[in-house]
C-alpha cells in the first residue's frame, strides 16, 4: 500500500513539466506528442517537397535534364508515399492529438503510452523508406529505391519490384501499425474521455471529422497491410495472388489497393473539412450552418467510400455493370460534399466576416478544393475517364484535392491554433507572404496541369511530346515558387516556438468558441484534469 | 488490492514505447534481409550477406524483453488501484478495434478468394466476355473451383472438409465454450474451475495446432499442396497460415493469463487483461469457423 500511496504522490508532484531529452523520447503527454507529429510531418514536407523539385526540374524542358529516367520514377514513386503517409496523415494525427482533448475536455489521450508508440514507429519506418532513396542516389552501385508509382501496382512490384521493394512493405507495415494504433486512441479518447455534458453532437466538428477518420483508417489500414503482404509472398514465397499463370490476378491487386486507396483519400480531408468548419464560424462570428447536416454528410462520404473504390480502373477492363456501378456510386459522394461547401458558404452569408490568416486558407481552401473537386466529378465518369486515364488531368485532380485541400486545411489549422500552442501570435508579415506566394503559386503550379492533360500528357514520365513545352515550363516556375514559399512558414513556426512576438490572449480570435479557449495560452502541461462542466 | 482511483490516469514518461519501436525496426530490417537472403527470388536481387536472421532474432527477442517490461509497468499500476473505471472502459474499447483492425486484414485475403473464385477462374476459363482471353492465353485452361489445375499446368490436390479440419474445428467450438465456463468461474471467483478450465482451452488449442501441424504435412508430403501451387494452394495457407499465427498468439496470451491467475492477479471487477485475451480467442474461433466454410468445405 506505501508504494501506491508514493506513486500518487509522486504523480502529483510531477505536474510540472518534464525536462530534456526524456520529456520528448519518453513522452506520454498529448501536447508534446502532437508537437512531435507536427515537425515529423513538416520534415516530411520538405523531403517530399525536395522530390517535387527534383521532378519538376526534369520537367522543366523537354528531353532529358538532370535525371535518370529510373530515378525519375524512384522521386514520383516516394514523393507520393512521403507526402501521403509522412507529411499528411502525421500532421492530421499531430492535430488531433493536440486539439482533440482540448476540444472535449480530456485530460490527455486515453492510452498515453501507445500514443508515444504510434508517433516514434514513424521516424523508424521513414528512416527504412529514405534510406533506399539515399542508396539509390549515393549508394554502391547506385541500387533503385522503390519505382513504380506509390500505387505499387502488380506485376511492377511483384516481378519487376527491385530489392528495395520488400523493405518498402516491411516500412508500409510500421507505417500501418503506426496509423492503426493513432486511430484507436483517438476513437477511445472520444468515447470515453469527453467531458460530462459533452455530448456527441455537442462535439466540435474537427472531433467528428477526426472520429470518423479514425474509424476509416482502422477498416482500410489493414486491407493495405495484406495487400503488401501478398506482395511480399507473390515475390518470395511463390503464392499467385497476382499472377494470371497460376489462377491469380494482377488486377486483384488493384482491388485490393483501391478498397483501401479511396477511403485513404477521405482520410486526408475529412479532417480538413473540420478544420474549417471551426475556422470559417469563428471569423464570420455566425454558428456553423447545418451542424447535424455536416455531421451526416462526414457519415454518409466515410460509408459511401467504401463502395467507389473502382473508379480508380476503369480502364482496367471490367464488366459494364461494375463500371456503371462505380460511376453512379461515386457522383453520389458529390452530394454529402456539395453540403459540405453550402454550409461553409452559408456560414459566412450576412456574417461579419475579418480576413485573418487561418480565414484566408480556409477561404482558399473552400475555393480550391471545389475546383478539385469539380475535376473529380468529371473524372468520376466511366467514358470521360477513359481520356484522362492517367494523364496530367488526374495529377492536377489529386493535387488540387491534397495541396490546396489538405494541406491548405492544416496551414489554416496551424495560424489558427499557433497563438494556443505557443503563446505568442505568429509573424503577421511572413504569414501573409506564406498565403500568398502559396496561393499564386500552387494554381501556377497545378492549373496547366488540367490542360496539358486534357491534350494528353501522361503522368509518370521524364519527358514529353514538344507541345506541352510551354506549359511545363511554368508549372516548374509554380513548383519552385511554391517550395519556395514554405520556408517562410518555417520562419513563422520557428519564430513562435522560440516565443517572440506579441502575447497571445487566451482567445485570440473573438468570434472563437470552444473549450480550447478556455485555457490559458501558452496551453499548460496538462489541461482538464478535473474535467470542465460543458452547458 | 487497494481502491481504485477516480482519477484518470496519465502514466509519467515511459521509455518502453521507443524502445519497443527500435525492436519493430529490427524486426523490419533483419526479416526484410532474411527474406531476400534465403529465397530464390532473393537471390536474383543480389542481396548476399547471411545475417539477416540474426537481426530478425535480435529484434524478436528485443520486442518481447520490451513488451514484458510495458506490461509489467501496467500491471502494476493497475495492481496499485491506479487505473481507474474509466480507465478500464479505455482498455477495453482499444482492444475492441483492435480486434475490429484483425478482422478487416482477414477481410483483404477472404475478399481476394472470393474475387478468384467468382470472378478470375470463370474469366481465365472463357466465361463472360472473356472467350478470347481464354482462347489466347491457356486455351485447355479448365475453370474449377478448388482450381487443382492453374492455367500454367501446375496440379495439386484439394483440401477436404470432413477429417482433420472438421475435428479441428470441434476442438475450437469446445475451446469457446470451456474458456466461457472458465470466465464465469472467473466473474464468480471460483478459482479451481476457471484454473481447470482455462487449462483445457490452452490444451485445446495446442491441439488444434497440432493437427494444423500435420494437415500441412499432410498438404505438403502426399497432396502436391504447397504454398506455390496456384492461387488455391495460395489462398490456402495464407488464410489458414494466418489463422493459425493467430491461434498461436491467443494461445500466448491466454497462457500469459493463466500464469497471471496463478498469480491472484484478477478478480470479479477488475480483470481486463483477462477479457481481452477472451475476446481475442472468440474472435480467432469466428474466423476459423468462416474459414472451414469457405476455404474447406465449399
Ligand atoms: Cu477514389
Known sequence: MTSVAATHEDHHDHHHAPTGWRRWLYSTNHKDIGTLYLWFSFAMFLVGGLMAM????????????VVAPDFFNQMTTVHGLVMIFGGVMPAFVGLANWMVPLMIGAPDMALPRMNNWSFWILPFAFAILLFSVLMSAFGPGNPPAPNFGWTFYAPLSTEYGPASTDFFVLSVHMMGISSIMGAINVIVTVFNLRAPGMTLMKMPLFVWTWLITAFLLIAVMPVLAGAVTMVLTDRHFGTAFFDAAGGGDPVL????????????????????????????????????FGYSSMVYATASIALLSFLVWAHHMFTVGMPLAGMLF??????????????????????MWRGAITFELPMKWALAFIILFTIGGLSGLMLAMTPLDFQYHDTYFVVAHFHYVLVPGAIFGIFAAVYYWLP????????????EVHFWSSLVFVNLLFFPMHFVGLAGMPRRYADYALQFSDYNWWISIGGFGFGLSQLALLYVVLKCASKKGEAAPDKPWDGAEGLEWTVPSPAPFHTFEKPPLVK | ??????????????????????????????????????????????????????????????????????WRDTIRESLGGLHSDQMDISYRQGMLWFIFSEVMFFAAFFGALFYVRWLVVPWLGGAGSNAMTHELLWPSFQAMWPLTETPSGETTQAMGA????????????????????????????????????????????????????????????????TLDAGIYGSLFFMLTGFHGLHVTLGTVMLIVMFLRVLKGHFSPDNNFGWEAAAWYWHFVDVVWLFLFVVVYWL
Open chain 2, 162 to 225: 470432413w477429417g482433420l479440419p472438421a475435428l479441428n474445428t470441434a476442438i475450437l467450438l469446445v475451446s469457446s465454450i470451456t474458456l466461457t465456463i472458465a470466465h464465469h468461474a472467473l466473474l464468480e471467483n471460483d478459482r479451481k474451475r476457471l484454473i481447470i478450465f482455462q487449462g483445457i482451452t490452452i490444451l485445446l488449442g495446442l491441439v488444434f495446432l497440432f493437427f494444423q501441424i500435420e494437415e500441412y504435412i499432410h498438404a505438403y508430403q502426399d497432396m502436391g499442396l
Open chain 2, 1 to 70: 488490492m487497494s481502491e481504485r482511483t477516480e482519477e484518470y490516469y496519465v502514466p509519467e514518461g515511459s521509455p518502453w514505447p521507443l524502445v519497443a519501436s527500435v525492436g519493430l525496426f529490427l524486426i523490419a530490417v533483419g526479416g526484410t534481409n532474411f527474406i531476400q537472403q534465403s529465397t530464390a527470388f532473393g537471390e536474383t536481387l543480389g542481396n548476399e550477406g547471411n545475417w539477416g536472421h540474426w537481426v530478425l532474432a535480435a529484434g524478436a527477442v528485443w520486442m518481447i524483453v520490451t513488451l514484458f517490461y510495458w
Open chain 1, 253 to 288: 491487386f488493384q482491388h485490393i489497393f483501391w478498397f483501401f486507396g479511396h477511403p485513404e483519400v477521405y482520410i486526408m480531408i475529412l479532417p480538413s473539412f473540420g478544420i474549417i468548419s471551426s475556422i470559417v464560424p469563428t471569423f464570420a462570428r455566425k454558428p456553423l
Open chain 1, 420 to 431: 494556443k500552442w505557443s503563446g505568442v501570435m505568429y509573424d503577421k508579415f511572413w504569414g
Open chain 1, 326 to 347: 462505380f460511376m453512379y456510386m461515386t457522383v453520389l459522394i458529390s452530394v454529402p460534399t456539395g453540403v459540405k461547401v453550402f454550409n461553409w458558404i452559408a456560414t
Open chain 1, 54 to 65: 527534383v521532378i519538376r526540374v526534369e520537367l522543366m524542358y523537354p528531353g532529358m535534364q
